[in-house]
């Protein structure tokens, strides 16, 4: 079964609102959760990496005050896009790592497809 | 992390092995070689991983050769709900992140 879960599955809004994106590690605790986006027909890019209660560190191009990111607990990250414009539509996947049983563990999400009109 | 090198894309027929390749001729030591796949508008679901041993699952086999500069991940009977882009991607276990490359795109079809 899933071990990763995010919420929402799809979102469509209006230019200029905020969306926020939830994260959860379903049965393990997530020390280091990760962000990626993906555009039609493109690899998935990493937007940035967040550990536990700490300051999430953002990838060179990715604005850190339009994408804000939570990591307030083991099991839960969240990602608000702020003022989305169209250009931002896009398919937003989180990661979560940790120990899961025995082994260091890195799964993903199901994905949040997010469309600003 | 090292780079890697896959196909573009590759064709299964149903029911038959599928052996996808990918080359990291600069693998280092420390690195592992972990595949992924994504299916169409879903997240990557994790395959296997290995350091340089042969590994196998439930899901696939991953046959890394002795230089450990190339693998082959093997579906021993690909069905069609393996069409996928797989990723294969070399990093050091519990460090860096995972980076996505294009991957290949395997279609498998009756």
């Known amino acids: 079964g899933a071990v990763v879960s995010q919420h929402p599955s799809r979102v469509i809004c209006k230019s200029g609102t905020s969306v926020k994106i939830e994260c959860r590690s379903l049965d393990f605790q997530a020390t280091t959760m990760f962000w990626y986006r993906q555009f039609p027909k493109q690899s998935l890019m990493l937007m940035a990496t967040?550990?536990?209660?700490?300051?999430?560190?953002?990838e060179q191009g990715v604005e850190k005050d339009k994408f804000l990111i939570n990591h307030a607990s083991l099991t839960l990250s969240t990602l608000t896009v702020t003022s989305a414009h169209p250009e931002d539509s896009s398919f937003y996947i989180c990661?979560?790592?940790?120990?899961?049983?025995?082994?260091?563990?890195?799964?993903f999400g199901p994905g949040t497809r997010l469309l600003v009109l | 992390d090292a780079k890697t090198t896959q196909p573009t894309s590759m064709d299964c027929a149903e029911g038959r092995a599928a052996n996808l390749p990918c080359n990291h001729s600069t693998i280092s030591g420390n690195e592992y070689v972990y595949w992924y796949r994504q299916i169409h508008s879903q997240g990557p679901q994790y395959i296997i991983h290995g350091l340089k041993n042969n590994e196998t699952n439930e899901m696939a086999s991953l046959i890394i050769t002795e230089d450990r500069k190339s693998s082959t991940l093997i579906l021993p009977h690909a069905t069609l709900r393996d069409t996928a882009v797989y990723y294969c991607i070399v990093r050091v276990e519990g460090y860096s992140t995972l980076t996505f490359g294009k991957g290949t795109m395997l279609l498998v079809s009756p």
């Open positions: 967040s550990n536990e209660g700490s300051k999430a560190t953002y």
């Open positions: 990661s979560a790592r940790g120990q899961r049983g025995n082994q260091e563990t890195q799964y």
